[in-house]
């Protein structure tokens, strides 16, 4: 896939070579002098994600001040108007929550990019930004809401609604308030606190999957397909959220969702796969789940711990290095997770960092299909971060 910018140059290229190893040049970023911009969609820059993320990862051949000046130049100016309110107020700008959210996930990435290079003055501004989630958040119903440019919030209100009423502007993307609450991938220990700490933040969570799928006022789109409660796994914004709950120590609900969606959204016939596979992500996500952990932040470096769908996975890394995937005792029955061991150690932790993958090496979990004991075992072994 080749990226470019507002005029027509090309930024960069992101595809695999012939040979099937990672092509440092299609990773490299390749702008003239002139190119300004990096590719956007709906008003966000997601192909800053993938262009920081090569950086921090150490992948040799990228040009990372090409790389940040590119990522910066497609960040920096939204506006008087943003910095001013800390959002994008719905009265100025349509789908202003979503826009807003997704701005502050690519402004967290440059930060860190930009931290990565030693450019104190832009990580501090772009960590700034990172926060404006929490301008959005309405501690008294609990969801992400949209404001006007004074600072009051936008009514009338439902957090089900995922398109609007007839002459209403809509402050959501293909979703709705509750979908978008928990669009906080870079700062999932923030919105916990946010809530009120894990009990509040654990029984919102489990609603999400639990609440009826049809909700009165809801106005479903055509693009939250594939639903478990209110989650929508036929669309892109949702496929995080299974994975908040091994921060609350409860990592056999993961456990559980992730199996849900395995068994009931990815069938081996033509209508098989739910929703849209934009780019790819539907797919992925379904990699992920089999492997057993995910990309909780695009950017963070670090996967979050699930439950493994297959027996057993090989990743053939460079310079003949593997990391294998281990799944003991996996079943219709044993879903659920008893320990997990990184190396024959037992993981310290929740998560898995990409240097421990491409060092290579073997993640062996127990499997069981006890709940209680995956819950005792989230909390001791897997429920503080590393």
């Not at 192909?47 to 990862?57: F, G, I, K, L, R």
């Not at 409660?229 to 959220?241: F, L």
């Not at 995910?294 to 699930?306: A, I, K, L, Q, T």
Request: glycine share 10%; net charge positive; proline share 5%.
């Amino acid at each position: 896939m080749r990226w470019r910018g507002k005029d027509g140059v090309e930024l960069g290229v992101l595809c695999k070579s012939q040979s099937g190893k990672r092509d440092t040049e299609m990773l490299r970023i390749r702008c003239r002098k002139e190119a300004k911009w990096l590719f956007a969609f709906t008003a966000r820059h997601h192909a800053c994600e993938t262009t920081a993320n090569p950086v921090m990862e150490g992948i040799p051949g990228i040009d990372a001040e090409r790389a940040f000046a590119a990522v910066d130049a497609s960040l920096a100016d939204r506006g008087p108007v943003y910095d001013k309110c800390g959002y994008f107020p719905w009265d100025i700008h349509p789908r202003s929550v979503a826009v807003t959210l997704e701005w502050c996930l690519d402004d967290w990435c440059a930060a860190r990019l930009a931290q990565k290079l030693g450019k104190s003055d832009r990580a501090a501004f772009y960590s700034r930004r990172a926060d404006y989630w929490k301008n959005l958040f309405d501690p008294w119903t609990g969801y992400m809401r949209g404001k006007d440019a004074k600072g009051n919030w936008h009514e009338p209100f439902s957090p089900y609604r995922q398109r609007p009423a007839p002459g209403q502007v809509h402050d959501y993307v293909e979703g709705s308030a509750i979908q978008y609450t928990f669009h906080v991938m870079q700062d999932p220990e923030g919105l916990i606190a946010a809530f009120g700490g894990q009990k509040p933040f654990y029984c919102a969570l489990d609603a999400f999957f639990t609440l009826p799928s049809k909700m009165p006022g809801q106005n479903t789109t055509g693009e939250c397909t594939g639903t478990i409660g209110q989650y929508a796994h036929g669309n892109e914004p949702s496929h995080h959220v299974a994975y908040f709950f091994p921060y609350v120590g409860r990592g056999d609900r993961t456990a559980e969702i992730v199996r849900e969606v395995c068994d009931k959204y990815y069938l081996n016939k033509p209508n098989g796969l739910v929703g849209n596979d934009d780019c790819g992500q539907m797919s992925a996500w379904f990699v992920f789940a089999c492997l057993g952990f995910y990309s909780f932040n695009p950017c963070g470096g670090e996967y979050v711990v699930g439950a493994p769908q297959v027996p057993k996975t090989t990743l053939h890394l460079e310079g003949g290095k593997t990391f294998t995937v281990v799944a003991n005792g996996l079943s219709t029955k044993n879903k659920y997770v008893k320990s997990v061991t990184l190396n024959g150690k037992p993981l310290d932790g929740f998560v898995i960092r990409h240097e421990d993958i491409m060092r290579g090496g073997e993640l062996v979990f127990q499997m069981c299909g006890d709940k209680l004991q995956e819950s005792q075992a989230t909390t001791a072994t897997l429920g503080s971060k590393r």
